[in-house]
């Protein structure tokens, strides 16, 4: 059982996938950065642009060393700049593969799925094949930050969006489902398909049952520069 959270404050500002994440799968035609933002929770937000579709995953590092990880929630505050035909991006989580071959659980909080609505959607990859598991009606407004937890345990996927401030997240999910395609512990990160921008403001994560932070984690905590990983 772990908590991990980070809001960029601790990575240095520019281009580049910041020190401690990875990207994986489609590495051309998405730029990562770290940019200035005096309106965020930490001074700065990581922004993915991508100038085609492709599918592109930024994972964290200091995830990868939790043995507990297949049973995951993250927590992230989101915004997307443009409305798109779909502008499928979000959080991974049980990731794996190689470009071609992707595999994990994709929570995608701002879609517009077909038909062209606003939405929530769970999605899936196996080995490189794509799949929409479960979709719901959300409306959604460009350049607005929106909560999101995002949630797999066992074959449970679940995934909830909200405008505001964390004290008003809502006590039922956007869409539950089930699936039992991907059971293994792998990669968790930030993701992005469609062409456009797609920026995060935190980023938490809880393993094992801990539920994702919305705030740096104290009590037994070893901190890893401002990356707070709470032991069991």
């Known amino acids: 059982m772990a908590q991990y959270f980070t809001d960029f404050s601790e990575y240095a500002t520019g281009s580049g996938a910041p020190s401690g994440w990875t990207g994986r799968w489609v590495a051309t035609n998405i730029t990562y950065s770290i940019v200035e933002d005096a309106g965020v929770t930490g001074g700065k937000h990581l922004r993915l642009v991508r100038t085609s579709s492709g599918r592109s995953l930024l994972s964290w590092d200091v995830i990868d060393a939790d043995a507990d990880r297949a049973t ?7 915004r997307r700049a443009e409305v798109g035909s779909d502008n499928n991006g979000g959080m991974v989580v049980r990731g794996s593969g190689a470009a071609g071959s992707e595999t994990g659980y994709v929570g995608d909080p701002i879609c517009r799925a077909t038909p062209s609505t606003n939405r929530v959607r769970i999605n899936e990859y196996a080995s490189g094949t794509f799949g929409q598991l479960a979709n719901a009606i ?16 066992g074959t449970a996927l679940k995934i909830r969006r909200w405008a505001g401030a964390i004290g008003d997240e809502p ?13 293994a512990a792998g990669w968790v990160g930030a993701f992005l398909f469609f062409t456009g921008t797609f920026d995060f403001d935190v980023f938490g994560v809880g393993t094992n049952g ?14 890893v520069p401002k990356l707070m990983q709470l032991a069991a």
Not at 72 to 78: C, G
Not at 138 to 150: A, H
Not at 210 to 223: F, K, L, M, N, Q
């Open 171 to 183: 006590g039922t999910w956007d869409v539950e489902t089930t699936d039992a395609t991907t059971s």
């Open 138 to 153: 959300n409306t959604w407004s460009t350049n607005t930050w929106y909560w999101t937890r995002w949630q797999a345990s």
């Open 210 to 223: 801990d539920a994702a932070p919305s705030e740096a984690v104290g009590g037994g905590a070893v901190i």
């Open 72 to 78: 995951v929630e993250v927590l992230a505050r989101v």
